[in-house]
T-cell receptor, first 111, second 114 residues
Framework: EPEVTQTPSHQVTQMGQEVILRCVPI?????FYWYRQILGQKVEFLVS????????KSEIFDDQFSVERPDGSNFTLKIRSTKLEDSAMYFC?????????FGPGTRLTVL | AQSVTQLGSHVSVSEGALVLLRCNYS??????LFWYVQYPNQGLQLLLK??????LVKGINGFEAEFKKSETSFHLTKPSAHMSDAAEYFC????????????FGSGTQLTVLP
């Protein structure tokens, strides 16, 4: 069964460093998403991506964040200069019809 | 804008007892409604969804939910809890627009007691 994959499973970085989180969506899906979940809190929408451009973004998704689909399979989230409060689980999802399929997440720890 | 409220951040039931997890939503237009389950250190798995049609929807693992427009609710139930149901459950809503991003509730941690 096709699934969304994410790498790495855990990323530790120093404050101020750039990180790139990677996702491989399900191959025939057209809509892609990033969400984050700060420990003990709800899952929050960051950004949606369709046809090689951002279709919606939340107020969390400021200039420090960017997304890219560099090739036909990968979908990346870049945080330019990480802050302590960026520590969270980041989930990628891709959508077919009305259902979003989530990856297992990347746990980002900013020290 | 839409929002989701899940009453009860922690729910405990005995094995074999009824599971009832509450979800109320706020939306200016007819929403799509979802329940996701998250096991420890794992991603989100879809349990069930309501988009249109029959208001009682059945999902995986014996769960079901009923969309009640008059009550703006989408409560999740299971007649008989199993130990393997212990997990965190998230209710979510999306609108029917093109992006359809999900707005999640704060989650309910279900504990099943032997």
């Amino acid at each position: 069964e096709p699934e969304v994959t994410q790498t790495p499973s855990h990323q530790v970085t120093q404050m101020g460093q750039e990180v790139i989180l990677r996702c491989v969506p399900i191959s025939n899906h057209l809509y892609f998403y990033w969400y984050r979940q700060i420990l003990g809190q709800k899952v929050e929408f960051l950004v949606s991506f369709y046809n090689n451009e951002i279709s919606e973004k939340s107020e969390i998704f400021d200039d420090q964040f960017s997304v890219e689909r560099p090739d036909g399979s990968n979908f990346t989230l870049k945080i330019r200069s990480t802050k302590l409060e960026d520590s969270a689980m980041y989930f990628c999802a891709s959508r077919e019809a009305n259902e979003q399929f989530f990856g297992p997440g990347t746990r980002l720890t900013v020290l | 804008a839409q929002s989701v409220t899940q009453l009860g951040s922690h729910v405990s039931v005995s094995e074999g007892a009824l599971v009832l997890l509450r979800c109320n939503y706020s939306s200016s237009v007819p929403p799509y409604l979802f329940w996701y389950v998250q096991y420890p250190n794992q991603g989100l798995q879809l349990l069930l969804k309501y988009t249109t049609g029959a208001t009682l929807v059945k999902g995986i693992n014996g769960f079901e939910a009923e969309f009640k427009k008059s009550e703006t609710s989408f409560h999740l139930t299971k007649p008989s809890a199993h130990m393997s149901d212990a997990a965190e459950y998230f209710c979510a809503v999306s609108l029917s627009g093109s992006a359809r991003q999900l707005t999640f509730g704060s989650g309910t941690q279900l504990t099943v007691l032997p």
